[in-house]
């Protein structure tokens, strides 16, 4: 077996049933989830447990801004965090850089200020390790948030199916830490990951976000008072929970939605979407037709903002190497289907 095929910790439901996808029931899918957050049953459910506490930590904010705070200025001001700034960060951090290494940072320090760019949401290894699995077996049994398991089954994939395994040798362990090495986060020993089934160590987690916390409430405090800061912390946590239901969007809910001229990529079923392209630099066709590329936004409409951070990043000198496809696309997929199309209408129009 491939690494990446036994990388993760399976569901006690698993993922096949006579040679083919399983697709649990919904009570099956929720029992596995209060299972995986019971740190009674053991220790090593923290991190599972730890991701939903943190959106858990996020209502207050936004009850307090619906019912004491709220203002249509601060709305649209939290809309455009949420949905522009953290969805360009996510996209930038957690999916460019810490997984698919599409460029390099000169130093550590301009790593450490684009981690914590934003209030922080997602630990790097729920997202990082599982999204590997994702990209070596799309839509097919074991991958985390397999489309065809259902929209539930990709909203509670972070606990159900994206843990790492909790019974890696040395050698293997320290093979999927490397995985996340390059984030910034700190990495559990072999011993501590035996005690905590995780890379990540949950001390060290908790004061990275509470640190982050602390530094943007007051940040956001200072700027526009209470108001301001807690308008943006529920619009994050709109965020965190939003997120978790983009990748059955994207795979265009297990039904074929990719068009022609828009969506090349065709292993899978990802497609090219107006709003979170147009939001974050999301075009996740695009993204699966150049996984590692720096850039996701080829057609002059496909707006990419996070590539424009990261040229901006890169002119500040914060950037070292970076892979762009846009030329490879263009020549190998869009002017090829651009000549096959007008081919194709000359041989009508002298039908």
Known sequence: MAFLDQVLDPPSYGYLRNQKLYVPTKSEIFREFFSRINIFQTRKNWLPLFGWLVVLFFAPFFFLFFFRYFSWPL????????????????????????????????????????????????????????????????EKPGDPYNVYGGWLYCFLADVNHQSIAKNFSRADYHKTAALVSHTGMGLNSYEQYQTWGTIAHPVRTFFQFALNWAFWF?????????????????????????????NFDGHGGGKDKRKEGIDFNRADLSINQLWPGLVTGEWHNNHHLYPNGVRAGFLPYQWDYAWLFIKVYRSLGAI?????????????????????????EIQRSTA
């Open 218 to 246: 007051g940040a956001c405090y200072l700027i526009g008072g209470m108001p301001l800061a807690v308008a943006i912390f529920a619009w994050s946590g709109v965020w965190a929970v939003g997120v978790r239901t983009f």
């Open 75 to 138: 709305f649209l001001a939290g809309f455009i965090y949420s949905m522009v700034i953290m969805g360009t960060h996510g996209t930038v951090y957690l999916h460019r850089f810490s997984t698919h290494h599409a460029f390099t940072f000169k130093n550590r320090f301009w790593l450490f200020i684009l981690r914590n760019l934003v209030v922080k949401t997602i630990p790097e290894e729920t997202y990082v390790v599982s999204h590997h699995v994702h990209h070596y077996i799309s």
């Open 320 to 344: 070292e190497n970076l892979r762009d496809y846009k030329e490879h696309f263009y020549t190998r997929y869009y002017e090829p289907y651009l000549k096959q199309k007008s081919l194709a």
